[in-house]
């Protein structure tokens, strides 16, 4: 089967993310910077991006926190650095539809977007805690990946993408949440974004195997999740770890 490569790129970088968020009820008050990633896939002759970052500072300004997106950090320039401009793009996976994942879908005219069917339904009307997060209309807004709406293709539960790359169901950040299982030279690497948004989620601490995120829609969902992962993958990539970019290219 196709072997493929998984580069991470950096959409912007909250200044002062809450540790706690991450890794739930761990590292109160610790602040640190956080990097919004965009995973690209590329294959022989396909390109596909999971997630498409957040924002420029202004809005975060105004509808979140503090970011910094300098503007080699906006996801056309990342994706240029790597040889692939934007009409390249034929398939986007939204893992889900909080305002930093898929900010930027309508900047690919040409791609498909796969989202959860669960993951829709949930983000038109959002328990009160979540608005914001998917800038839902309670909050006065319209979620940015409306404009795209026309090029979204619905799925429902675990789907083979293209030969070597299926999108697996992994709830409990969100309820439709999916990440993305990739055939590499390495095995199987899946791009878990916000359901393990540090590796520290995934390696754990002394208390817990696997440590949940402490946005989540359901903790019951999440540690069933935790266990069709170990079934599944071989390595897993971030949402929101620095140490990502300690290698440019994965695996
Ligand atoms: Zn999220």
Redesign the pocket.
């Known amino acids: 089967m196709e072997e493929f490569t998984i580069h991470p790129i950096k959409t912007g970088e909250f200044l002062a993310a809450e540790k706690s968020n991450f890794t739930y009820q761990q590292g109160c008050g610790e602040k640190f910077v956080s990097p919004i990633i965009m995973y690209c896939i590329k294959g022989r002759d396909k390109v596909i991006l999971v997630d498409t970052g957040g924002s420029d500072e202004a809005w975060a300004a105004i509808h979140h926190h503090g970011l910094r997106r300098t503007p080699d950090m906006h996801p056309l320039e990342g994706l240029r650095k790597i040889g692939v401009e934007a009409k390249d793009v034929e398939i986007i996976v939204n893992t889900?539809l909080?305002w930093d994942?898929c900010f930027n879908n309508e900047l690919f005219p040409n791609a498909r977007i796969y989202v959860q069917k669960r993951e829709m339904e949930y983000a038109v009307h959002p328990l009160p805690v979540h608005c914001v997060?998917y800038e839902s209309h309670q909050v006065g807004l319209t979620p940015r990946w409306m404009r795209a709406y026309h090029r979204i293709t619905v799925v429902e539960g675990d789907h083979d993408l293209i030969p070597g790359v299926k999108l697996v169901t992994l709830p409990g950040?969100?309820p439709g949440f999916q990440g993305v299982l990739v055939n590499t030279s390495r095995g199987r690497g899946l791009v878990a974004s916000?359901c393990q948004a540090l590796f520290e989620n995934w390696e754990g601490n002394a208390q817990y195997d696997h440590i949940p995120s402490g946005?989540h829609y359901s903790l019951e969902d999440y540690f069933a999740t935790f266990k069709k992962m170990e079934k599944i993958c071989d390595f897993i990539l971030p949402g929101h770890d620095p140490k990502v970019f300690d290698q440019e290219v994965y695996p």
């Open positions: 889900h909080h994942h997060y950040h969100t916000d946005i």
